[in-house]
């Protein structure tokens, strides 16, 4: 139910290796956001509320560690970037469109009944905001 807790994000995460930007998360958002208005696939999705955990941890908001955070912790630690508000907008309207009706994602949590995951992307959209 966290960000990092499927195989699309993590595969996600170990691309940060490769760069010492923000032009991932940039990526994740430009990818999620060519969809416009039509239904959105949850490996999109998932990208996505990874970039929006890259941003918050920058913010020095982790929320949670554990084995599947720790590559992107430690990339967060050698790269002390301070995210532009117009990442953090997207971020917002990235979160907003993953629990909207075209969702994937969200269709999938909901079938499950899991109120947790919910919690957890209302949590995450706080961190990177707040």
């Avoid at 996600?12 to 032009?23: Q, R, T």
């Avoid at 967060?76 to 009706?101: C, K, N, Y």
């Amino acid at each position: 139910m966290l960000a990092f807790d499927n195989d699309d994000a993590n595969d996600w995460a170990y691309d940060l290796d490769g760069v010492s930007d923000l032009s991932l998360v940039k990526s994740a958002f430009e990818q999620m956001e060519a969809v416009g208005s039509g239904y959105l696939e949850q490996g999109l999705a998932c990208n996505a509320l990874a970039a929006c955990e890259v941003l918050a941890r920058l913010r020095g908001r982790p929320g949670y560690t554990n084995a599947y955070t720790d590559k992107v912790d430690k990339w967060v630690a050698t790269h002390q970037i301070d995210p532009p508000m117009g990442l953090i907008t997207r971020g917002e309207a990235a979160v907003v469109r993953i629990l909207g009706p075209e969702s994937e994602l969200r269709e999938l949590w909901e079938e499950a009944g899991d109120q947790e995951w919910r919690a957890a992307v209302d949590d995450l959209r706080s961190r990177m905001s707040g």
